[in-house]
């Protein structure tokens, strides 16, 4: 029998019982997985006048829908008079179909963040992120060509949305490229004013152009041209079979093609 995790367990306890001193997120990046989120998330949390949770990732939205109080465990402590503000950078809410009713929910005029990457590259950093920590080691080409398959036929997709409730599930790295769909979802339950849509190969290149409007759309002033440093290592020496890539470009493109519409503009992918 395992004995329980005290230190962890009074942690828990104090996080609630202080609950209500705790201020609920402004804003939320709420994904895309592996389109650096986590550079966008340490950057702002690093800014005066904005405070980091306890974890960038607390997913409370889905593991405690509709609750306030267990929403708040993560963030810091707010006393009267301090003035700052707190964001979540739970990813896992951008594919779930849950995420965006249950964000909603409870912070309603949050600030909404979506970051979105070359979806071809991001489902190979995708893979290989859960490769390395050892949550896959399935072979690539194989699961994504399954999954491609399922997400072209509508009698499938229900199936697909119910194991989209899970971090990972097989059709994960391919899902979670099909922007337009995932967006479709928040745009039917927040304002299109409450949402911001940044390229992420602009923002980490050219952050200084790409800033000022994150700055904002969550209400701080413009601190100059910003330095982002990664916050995570995306490079893999092992490339993508060449004709796994040609199979997901051909997938996406009329995908791209279908966002390029939803939002009015195009995108920097091939």
């Known amino acids: 029998m395992t004995k329980p995790d005290l230190r962890f367990e009074l942690e828990k306890a104090w996080r609630l019982a202080t609950a209500p001193l705790r201020p609920l997120p402004s804003f939320v990046i709420a994904g895309a997985p592996k389109c650096g989120t986590s550079t966008l998330y340490d ?4 800014l005066p006048g904005v405070r980091r949770g306890a974890r ?3 997913t409370n939205f889905l593991h405690f829908p509709g609750s306030r109080l267990r929403a708040a465990m993560n963030y810091p402590i707010r006393l009267p008079g301090q003035r700052f503000i707190v964001g979540d950078g739970s990813v896992e ?3 779930d179909p849950r995420g965006p009713q249950n964000v909603r929910d409870v912070v309603p005029e949050a600030r909404l963040i979506f970051l979105l990457r070359d979806p071809v ?4 950093s995708d893979y290989q992120m859960f490769r390395k920590f050892g949550s896959d080691s399935a072979d690539f080409s194989a699961t994504v060509r399954s999954a491609m398959s399922w997400l072209d036929d509508p009698a499938v997709l229900p199936l697909v949305d119910a194991a989209a409730r899970q971090a990972h599930h097989p059709a994960r790295y391919v899902l979670c490229g099909w922007y337009a769909r995932a967006i479709e979802r928040w745009l039917s339950v927040f304002p299109r004013e409450q949402c911001l849509f940044v390229v992420s190969e602009e923002l980490l290149t050219a952050p200084h152009t790409a800033m000022p409007a994150v700055f904002r759309h969550i209400g ?24 796994t890539e ?7 493109a009329p995908r791209n093609k279908e966002l390029a519409d939803l939002l009015g503009r195009d995108f920097p992918w091939e």
């Open 43 to 46: 950057y702002l949390a690093g």
């Open 56 to 58: 960038k990732e607390p």
């Open 93 to 95: 809410y951008f594919a």
């Open 121 to 124: 590259k991001r489902a190979w």
């Open 220 to 243: 701080l002033p413009a601190t100059g041209a910003p330095e982002l440093p990664k916050a995570r290592d995306g490079c893999y020496a092992e490339a993508m079979p060449a004709d």
């Open 246 to 252: 040609r199979e997901l470009r051909d997938f996406f």
